[in-house]
């Protein structure tokens, strides 16, 4: 099974970036949807945005606009671009297969004035 290394939270301001890696321990290439997903403590953990293997993006309606999800099949990464960042983005941020598979230890994002 491929192992995904969140990386990349940070402590950031309202309206401020931050880009979030997962790196993959071996060839996503036959993964064909890679997810984002987001927890925020005492609630369910949320699908924000996930991308195919071909590119094709789908984002949550909250970050629509703001948050921009790449892969690289050939160096085993993803990416999540976060602009504009906002208070409700608080969370920690996993990689995963949208098909499912065990979760990694996540990168936490606060956004915080």
């Known amino acids: 099974q491929v192992q995904l290394v969140e990386s990349g939270g940070n402590l950031v301001q309202p309206g401020e970036s931050l880009r979030l890696s997962c790196e993959a321990s071996?060839?996503?290439?036959?993964?064909?949807?890679l997810g984002w997903y987001r927890q925020v403590p005492g609630y369910q953990r949320e699908l924000v945005a996930s991308?195919?293997?071909?590119?094709?993006?789908n984002y949550v309606d909250s970050v629509k606009g703001r948050f921009v999800i790449s892969r690289d099949n050939v160096k085993n990464k993803m990416s999540l671009q976060m602009n504009n960042l906002r208070p409700e983005d608080t969370a920690v941020y996993y990689c995963?297969?949208?098909?499912?598979?065990?979760w990694g230890q996540g990168t936490r994002v606060t956004v915080s004035p």
């Open positions: 995963r297969s949208v098909a499912g598979g065990s």
């Open positions: 071996e060839s996503i290439f036959g993964i064909w949807n």
């Open positions: 991308i195919t293997a071909g590119g094709n993006a």
